[in-house]
């Protein structure tokens, strides 16, 4: 059997961070994704998911995602149901988030939200994961010394030895 939900979209509203009895932190949200077609009036329609994510990447959601924010879902589809205060069965549909991906930089004007995987990935959390890298490459193209191409040859031959080939 198979349960997989892949999706990206936009946030509703703000996440809610809440803790339960034994301190376990979990978020709710909602995340808008747009449909892949048009309706009959050339309008795109969006589905809107509702997500839940638990420990500390809901507590990550919470701190970094606001409404607007583009993110990324990756988890399973998940049903439940409850009695309401008027004693009807009510039955929710909700994707139990196993991954919360931050799809835009920090300061971005669309939604603000943090950029990168802060639920167990090792990605600075000061730059969002991606400052670094582009400070990185920045300065290694001030040094180098053919252009923008890294595979161009100053024309002296390259030893590699049979034991550094991979097969």
């Not at 919360?100 to 000061?126: C, I």
Request: charged share 25%; proline share 4%.
């Amino acid at each position: 059997m198979l349960n997989r939900v892949v999706l990206v979209g936009r946030l509703t509203k703000d996440p809610e961070l809440r803790y339960t009895p034994s301190g376990v932190a979990v978020a709710n949200f909602t995340l808008a994704v747009n449909r892949p077609f048009t309706n009959q009036q050339g309008d795109r329609e969006a589905d809107f998911i509702n997500i839940v994510v638990w420990r500390r990447q809901a507590e990550n959601a919470a701190n970094f995602l606001k409404k607007g924010s583009l993110a990324g879902v990756d988890g399973r589809v998940q049903t439940r149901s409850y009695d309401n205060s008027q004693g009807q069965r009510v039955f929710v549909t909700e994707v139990m988030a196993e991954s919360v991906q931050f799809l835009e930089p920090k300061g971005s004007n669309q939604g603000g939200g943090g950029s990168g995987n802060y639920g167990g990935g090792n990605q600075n959390r000061e730059t969002g994961g991606y400052g670094n890298q582009n400070q990185n490459r920045d300065n290694n193209r001030d040094h180098s010394n053919f252009g923008d191409d890294p595979f161009a040859s100053d024309g002296k031959p390259i030893d590699i030895s049979d034991d550094d080939l991979p097969f």
